[in-house]
């Protein structure tokens, strides 16, 4: 169907026009396209290293491990929370075989996509979020928890990965800040081998501690990974560098299963039942130990396209999900998963992001209303919680298409959707960072990707909404 068709008009075609001559020429002249096992070995390649300091003790062993949103296998993300309170019971239960816990499926998952296009050469944009199913807020409280997430811009792709591509930047978030590193900043470490170039990052427990780092916020890891390596060796002290908060406590951590030189080096295992035991840390977090009393654990990576479903209102959201504050997005394909089967219509559909809790103690929103999910997050370079960063006016100005990109293009001019400002976002709208922050609250630096940036022959691919990895239906971690 002709964008033109649905309200564009003389002005919608010269802001098209505009876009056209913006759009590097290179773009066109070097379109091409990754595989879908290239996708995949890009996110397995460039997946994060967890570092993750725990607050196990006093009983509540396992509530700060990583899982995935289905571990209690009832396909209820209701009641997640509630559930996952009893981890410790499972825990205890697995020393002496089968139980009410057994099926279980705790899986450490970061549920992950890739967003691929040209722009003076192939250029990828990873996210991957790490998913926990219980928080405490400032009151003391208990949440479901699904904000935390690690983004990489790759910049240079030239075919598999390895091959010379660089990361321009990587974004973590603190809570409701955006906290960038660029290229060759300190903060800004990895642990390179031959399997993969893994970001290290630190993440706090899911206790409340106001003031200091609390409630699975990510850092950078300010250490090298010699830094991390040497302890291993030496049985050192288990302790991270973090950005802007010195030195702090690691007690357990999680390293990509699809990366066997980072799983070597560490020692990592997959967590199942037989070995949820053994990989349980018990200490608090004020808790210093040596490296041979960190638990290292093996993770999957998943797609947030599993998740998007769930929050379609003819997809039975009412059983994960509020039916207040609904998105609009307009559709150009069908979401599908990985058998190529549409799990989520095309056309004008409306999804409700508000969290459905079973004990009504919280109302945090899901994956489809993250401003990470479309780009529209305001960088910063502060990790301070006491110093902006959580501000929504640059959110709020792209919907409205009331703000013009660093090359002159508005969401609703990039797009070409002429009536969708203020109305509903467009499936494939994307702001692109440059990396670097602006002082000007609703403003970025960066540009939205225009016209159909998304389309192989334009050498993209937008896997916000495709689902690229097996789901291994009732298998535990590590198993095939």
């Given at each position: 169907?002709?964008?033109?068709?649905?309200?564009?008009?003389?002005?919608?075609?010269?802001?098209?026009?505009?876009?056209?001559?913006?759009?590097?020429?290179?773009?066109?002249?070097?379109?091409?396209?990754?595989?879908?096992?290239?996708?995949?070995?890009?996110?397995?390649?460039?997946?994060?290293?967890?570092?993750?300091?725990?607050?196990?003790?006093?009983?509540?062993?396992?509530?700060?491990?990583?899982?995935?949103?289905?571990?209690?296998?009832?396909?209820?993300?209701?009641?997640?929370?509630?559930?996952?309170?009893?981890?410790?019971?499972?825990?205890?239960?697995?020393?002496?075989?089968?139980?009410?816990?057994?099926g279980w499926r705790v899986r450490p998952t970061l549920y992950t996509s890739l967003i691929e296009f040209m722009d003076g050469g192939k250029n990828l944009v990873l996210i991957y979020h790490v998913y926990h199913a219980l928080d405490k807020n400032a009151a003391g409280d208990y949440q479901l928890h699904d904000w935390e997430r690690v983004e990489m811009l790759v910049q240079n792709v030239v075919g598999n990965p390895g091959s010379g591509e660089t990361v321009a930047y990587a974004v973590v978030t603190q809570h409701k800040r955006n906290v960038v590193r660029r290229a060759g900043h300190?903060?800004?470490?990895?642990?390179?081998?031959a399997t993969g170039k893994h970001l290290l990052i630190w993440?706090?427990?899911?206790?409340?501690k106001l003031a200091a780092a609390h409630g699975q916020e990510l850092r950078f890891c300010t250490d090298p990974y010699s830094f991390f390596a040497g302890r291993m060796a030496s049985a050192g002290k288990a302790e991270a560098g973090v950005n802007n908060d010195g030195k702090k406590n690691v007690h357990y951590a999680f390293v990509p299963e699809g990366s066997a030189d980072a799983v070597a080096a560490f020692g990592a295992q997959a967590l199942t039942y037989a070995t949820a035991d053994a990989l349980a840390s018990r200490y608090d977090n004020g808790k210093t130990v040596t490296w041979p009393n960190v638990k290292r654990i093996t993770y999957e990576l998943q797609d947030l396209a599993d998740i998007l479903p769930t929050h379609w209102q003819y997809g039975g959201y009412a059983t994960h999900w509020k039916d207040t504050s609904p998105i609009d997005f307009w559709l150009e394909s069908p979401i599908v998963n990985e058998a190529g089967q549409a799990e989520v219509s095309a056309g004008m559909q409306r999804f409700f992001p508000q969290t459905r809790d079973i004990e009504n103690e919280d109302d945090r929103e899901g994956y489809i209303a993250k401003k990470w999910l479309l780009g529209t997050f305001e960088l910063n370079d502060s990790a301070s919680d006491f110093g902006g960063g959580g501000s929504s006016e640059f959110h709020d100005n792209a919907y409205a298409s009331?703000?013009?990109?660093?090359?002159?293009?508005?969401?609703?001019?990039?797009?070409?959707?002429?009536t969708s400002p203020g109305t509903f976002w467009w499936q494939h709208d994307y702001f692109v960072h440059t990396g670097f922050t602006d002082s000007k609250d609703g403003v970025e630096h960066g540009f939205w990707l225009p016209g159909a940036w998304y389309s192989p022959t334009n050498g993209g691919f937008d896997g916000r909404w495709v689902q690229l990895f097996d789901d291994r239906p009732g298998l535990e971690s590590g198993q095939r």
């Open positions: 169907m002709c964008r033109l068709n649905r309200g564009l008009g003389l002005y919608g075609v010269l802001a098209l026009t505009f876009a056209a001559l913006c759009w590097p020429s290179q773009a066109q002249a070097q379109a091409w396209s990754l595989t879908t096992a290239q996708r995949q070995a890009f996110l397995q390649y460039y997946a994060p290293v967890v570092l993750k300091r725990g607050n196990g003790n006093d009983g509540r062993h396992g509530y700060d491990w990583v899982t995935n949103f289905d571990f209690d296998r009832d396909g209820n993300f209701s009641n997640n929370k509630l559930n996952w309170k009893q981890i410790p019971q499972y825990i205890d239960a697995s020393r002496t075989g089968p139980s009410a816990w057994s300190v903060d800004l470490n990895f642990m390179q081998t993440q706090a427990e899911w206790s409340d009331s703000v013009a990109d660093s090359r002159g293009r508005t969401r609703a001019s990039a797009s070409g959707y002429g």
